[in-house]
C-alpha cells in the first residue's frame, strides 16, 4: 500500500529542488571516490577510513535519494481553496494562542515543507494535525508534548503562493 503525500505546488517546487541538492551531493561524493580510494593503502577496504566513510556516503545519499522518489511518485498535488471555511493545506491561520496570550500566523503547507521561521507547518505535524478542519470561532484544546494548549481560531485566509 503506498503511502499518499499531500503538498501544494510551491511545496512540490521545493521538493523538487531538495531532490536535485541531494542528487548533487551523491554525484560529488561519488567523483571523489577515487581520490579516497587512493588516500590509504593498496586494499582499498577496511584499513582506509577515508574510502569506507566515502562508501557509506555513497549509500546514505542514494538511500535518501530513492526515498524522496517514491515519496515523489506518490505526491497528490492539492489546489489552494480561495475561500477556505475550514483549516486545510494552502490557508494561512491567524489564531490566538490562550496558554501564551498572543495571536499567531501559521500556514499549513505539504508533506515536508515546513519551515519554522516562515511559520509553515507541515499537514502532519502535530499542531497542523490538530487545528486541520477548525473553522473561524473554534476553540481547540489539545496536549503537545506536556504542554496543554487553548487555540482560537481568528481568520483562515488562501495561501498566497
Known sequence: MNTKYYTTQAGYRRFIEKMK??????DSIVASNEDAAD?????VWHDNFAYEENQRQMHQW????????EIKRNFIVVDIDPNPESVKIGCEVVLYDHSEDKEKIFTIVGYDDGDPERNRI???????????????????????????KELEIFEIRPLKE
Request: a positive charge; aromatic letters at 8%.
Open 39 to 43: 588516500s590509504g593503502d593498496n586494499s
Open 21 to 26: 541538492k541531494v542528487a548533487e551531493r551523491y
Open 62 to 69: 542514494s538511500q535518501r535519494f530513492h526515498t524522496m522518489e
Open 122 to 148: 507541515s499537514y502532519n505535524s502535530p499542531l497542523a494535525k490538530a487545528i486541520l478542519g477548525a473553522g473561524v470561532g473554534d476553540l481547540l484544546k489539545f496536549k503537545i508534548g506536556d504542554m496543554i
